[in-house]
């Protein structure tokens, strides 16, 4: 019989520097010469639903002054090139991943881990993120290592369906996942709308979990993803020449909430929504949250957790359904069904069913 597989412990880290408040003036003032928008931009990122996000990089004295951060690498006008960028990537996103594997992993037997799997859409080096992990955890040289990259907001589901499968493969496995995203690397100098208010979703985040046969924390039942027809140009990530250029269209909730309404079935395996204790709903935005609870029907305080990560983080693509696990891990006694859903390019919605086991 093969094993199941659970989430024993998750872990998350963020960067120290809050810069929220600060961006919001930086984007503010790319509109200083339309006073129409930038009204418009104020009243709609007011709205947000965000109150902190965190940047790896610490931001300079004055959001209106020549350089937005204190070493001035951003410096108005002459913004970093994407290879700047990745050498900050670099310099940063091993430090932070850290963080939680050191949480994630205490008290364990380093030596017994098996596999390590890191997501990241937000930068890359070879040798990269997955060694530097290794050296720094310590952990052992023979582990079997996969990058999940360039997968958007969803590939820390694809990262916990591969762990899937390897434990139930191999029931001796013990498998790390590590989601590391340096969002607010990318930011830029525009005076468009829809690219101001999309950056202004954006922070940087970590998080690290341990995925066993071990029947203790939240077990993975089952996976499936749905790719939404006709929507591909809806959200993409490209790489630029100063930095990783990101569209999100303002008709991502509405594709989402047409989509849902007909794939729940599938997702559900048959279920109803109302056996549905636990909702893992990927924050990407207050809109995205709306959209699925209207979708679904939920009760209004279905998608707290998702919303209280939102409103503490904002949107760490990769790492943000693990902060959402996490609250969810922590507080429960066991026994509850829960569904995660999480969105990204293509448009892709990848979702998983889980349930509770308990603590340890």
Not at 65 to 92: N, V
Not at 124 to 152: H, K, N
Not at 277 to 304: M, T
Request: glycine share 10%; hydrophobic share 45%.
């Amino acid at each position: 019989m093969p094993s199941h597989a659970y989430i024993n412990t998750i872990a998350t880290a963020v960067p120290v520097h809050d810069v929220h408040s600060f961006f919001l003036r930086f984007a503010s003032s790319q509109l200083a010469g339309d006073s129409r928008l930038r009204e418009a931009f104020n009243r709609m990122a007011e709205k947000g639903g965000i109150e902190h996000r965190f940047s790896c990089f610490a931001p300079a004295a004055d959001p209106d002054g020549a350089s937005l951060d204190a070493a001035g690498m951003f410096r108005r006008g002459a913004f970093p090139s994407t290879a700047g960028r990745m050498q900050l990537f670099s310099a940063q996103a091993p430090a932070l991943a850290q963080k939680p594997v050191e949480r994630a992993l205490l008290g364990e037997d380093r030596e017994r881990i098996t596999h390590l799997i890191v997501t990241t859409c937000t930068g890359y080096s070879a040798p990269g993120l997955d060694l530097d992990i290794v050296a720094r955890c310590e952990l052992p040289g023979s582990i079997e290592r996969t990058i999940v990259g360039f997968m958007g907001c969803y590939a820390a589901i694809t990262a916990l369906k591969l762990a899937r499968h390897i434990v139930r493969s191999q029931s001796e496995a013990r498998v790390l996942i590590v989601n590391a995203e340096l969002c607010t690397l990318h930011l830029k100098e525009s005076a468009n709308l829809e690219e101001l208010l999309s950056f202004c979703l954006w922070g940087d985040g970590a998080a690290a979990a341990l995925v066993s046969a071990r029947p203790v924390g939240i077990g993975l039942d089952r996976f499936h993803a749905v790719a939404i027809p006709d929507t591909r140009a809806l959200m993409t990530w490209d790489i630029g020449d100063h930095g990783f250029d990101m569209v999100l269209s303002g008709r991502v909730p509405g594709a989402i909430h047409h989509a849902l309404g007909a794939a729940i079935g599938d997702i559900l395996d048959g279920r109803c929504v109302a056996d549905i204790d636990l909702w893992a709903i990927h924050p990407g935005g207050r809109s995205i949250l709306g959209a699925v609870e209207r979708a679904l029907d939920l009760a209004p305080d279905a998608l707290s957790h998702s919303r209280d990560v939102l409103r503490a983080y904002g949107n760490m693509s990769s790492a943000t359904i693990m902060f959402v696990l996490e609250r969810m891990l922590g507080g429960s006694n066991g026994n509850c069904s829960g569904c995660a859903m999480a969105f990204g390019p293509g448009l892709t919605a990848e979702t998983m069913l889980f349930h509770t086991a308990g603590a340890a």
